[in-house]
């Protein structure tokens, strides 16, 4: 089997190892959150361990990549299409070189 | 200009606004671990409001995309390589239908 | 001496170790969270790890003492008075075995 | 009825709420990685905003406690105790001023 992408890499990954069960959406969503935390670890103490951040921004997009499979929702699309939103909440004359929440522009 | 990527989308959206200066690794790995809980918030009283989570991991990925192009890496090709640790940690004839961590397999 | 609460048992502990100077409110916050993800982690996969679950909520709460000594405030405090916020918010006739956010009561 | 302590309060509040049913394990542990995101918000731009923190340290708190409660162990009791085996790991002659994991040290 010749697999040409990741989504069809997480696929065969999963099913190999009949894993499909236990990867409800809520399951998906704990595993993002604990992923996360481990991301920031990398930056918990004024320190910054990037090469350890690499691995574990890893981890978190392979969950939200096999949670976006579950939600039959392509990554990409899911991006654009709220980027596309987050321009209008954000006009770029009115947000630019600020941090400001969006109801305080 | 003709954006024909998400990684160019994402780079003009933030450029327009100069919000570079706000995108540390370690901001990014912050907002990453906020949005998280934004989707996990989905799922927090045993309901699942799966439209919801779609909007919320549109914007964990969104963080996701923005720290792997400040690492200066590629989010499949990451995950692609973690998938291949992951591989040998997990071997799909021990870990069958299991959810143990690999060192209890 | 004698220490007679977590309090004094904890500040004991960050002094003889010189630790104050990690233990910026951001840093204990994003402590906060790590081990609330931790403490997640033994509800990862359908299943239920209480032992490890009192270990790790042991680790939450003492990053959330230790932050409350920082700002200055009363834990037990803090949460009765919030508390107060929440009964309003959440009247008892109109919450009652319902798991809704309060906007939607 | 006379509330005295804030274990008794917040009983109070479930019970008067018809909460329990919600309040499994698993979604107080849930809760409080959501709130501990809510808290890391503060922080999330390299600004701060401590008044909102206390708010957001209250309602992670609450979440422990309850946890706490339905774990049937006692809050200081469990910190303490960790602190004993805390102590071991990061012995004070050792740790001083140093940020590191007790396995580097």
Redesign the interface.
Known sequence: MVVTT?RE??RL?VS????A??H????L??????E?????????????D?YS???E??????Y??L??DR?D?D??A??????KE??KK?P?DK???R?DKYDRL
């Open positions: 990741v890499a997480l990954f190999e190892r009949d894993w069960q236990f409800s959406p809520e399951n969503a704990k595993s993002i959150s604990i996360s935390a481990e991301l920031l670890e990398c930056f918990q103490w004024d320190d910054e990037l951040a690499v691995d921004l890893a981890d978190v997009l392979t939200c990549f949670l976006a939600l929702v990554p990409d899911i991006v654009l299409n709220k980027l987050t321009r954000y770029a947000a630019r070189g941090s």
